[in-house]
């Protein structure tokens, strides 16, 4: 008993030096400044231009990405759920490949194949199916979305499929039963049930995209 106490003492110090300090830290050092009150410092981040620029085009980014990530992931993990074909398991390490590679590296690759002096430009000019390059991933914001949406995407997809696991499709039969339309159903009763797993892919996901400095480096 003492021995799992010890542990558990040991774990929680750990949690607090690596997690709670530095945040306690910063929120400190943020509002109080010669040992006194102040939000000078907060003042000084939402009057510089850059900072508070920079700042709303993080929390744009991320919601953005959790989005689109949100369109592609949801609709996989159903189709991997509900359906029963072959190369089923083959198809779903495959989707999978883009989460295990780096997002420095993934990004370098994308852009060498749909930037507008990449491969597919080249291959297409040399066709003639196209005179000029075009840009597939964009420029600016468009780009670093589609980058990061093609890297984050499996996190939404394995949630979702987690969380479809572990629910009881007796619910949704009993709604179609009495008459509801597969929206109803869905937005009624499925989605709220799997809404745990879509806010830990949510978090994962906005947290990873606003902190990621190599894809827009790229």
Partial sequence: MKRQYFFFSLILFFL???????????????FFHNGKF??????????????RKSILNSFLLGMTVVLTTSIIGIPLAFVFDRFKFKGKTILKILFLLPMISSPFVGGIGIKQVLSRFGSL?????????????ISFIGSGFLGIV??????LYPIMFLNILSSLNNFDTSTEEASYNLGAK???TFFKITFPLILPGYFSASSIIFIWSITDLGTPLI
């Fill in 16 to 30: 607090i030096i690596s997690l709670l300090y530095p945040i306690s830290y910063v929120i400190f050092h943020s």
């Fill in 121 to 133: 430009n080249i291959l297409l000019i040399k066709l003639g199916i196209i005179k000029n390059p």
């Fill in 182 to 184: 597969w929206y109803h």
């Fill in 146 to 151: 589609i980058l990061q949406t093609l890297h």
């Fill in 38 to 51: 102040t939000f000078d410092i907060l003042k000084i981040v939402i009057g510089n231009y850059v900072l």
